[in-house]
Nanobody, 126 residues
Framework: QVQLVESGGGLVQAGGSLRLSCAAS????????MGWFRQNPGKEREFVTS???????YYGDSVKGRFTISRDNAKNTVYLQMNSLKPEDTAVYYC????????????????????WGQGTQVTVSS
């Protein structure tokens, strides 16, 4: 079992930056593909970005060039650096994880991930 705890959300003005963190329990963090999704009330959970255990990264079209995912395996933590934030980035951001043996390459698909955090709210004011 893996537990994920997100932090770093908050209120920021448009054009500003935030860095989200996701701390994971467990000893095999380095074997996990990690992802970030976001969701607003009444809408589908949207893929933001992911990073595989080998370091490959993927981004949703709406965040390319603005967001950066990274991981620190020594700290069991994945980060989401968000720059040039827009009001439409407002959402609850969720961290997700799936082990390498379960990963089928569908990095943007919600069902690909076994474990989820509880989410952290990001609000971007105009």
């Amino acid at each position: 079992q893996v537990q994920l705890v997100e932090s770093g959300g908050g209120l920021v003005q448009a054009g500003g930056s935030l860095r989200l963190s996701c701390a994971a329990s467990g000893r095999t963090f380095s074997d996990y593909t990690m992802g970030w999704f976001r969701q607003n009330p009444g809408k589908e959970r949207e893929f933001v970005t992911s990073i595989t255990w080998s370091g490959s990264t993927y981004y949703g079209d709406s965040v390319k060039g603005r967001f950066t995912i990274s991981r620190d395996n020594a700290k069991n933590t994945v980060y989401l650096q968000m720059n040039s934030l827009k009001p439409e980035d407002t959402a609850v951001y969720y961290c997700a994880a799936t082990p390498s043996w379960n990963y089928r390459g569908r990095y943007c698909i919600r069902d690909e991930y076994c474990y989820w955090g509880q989410g952290t709210q990001v609000t971007v004011s105009s």
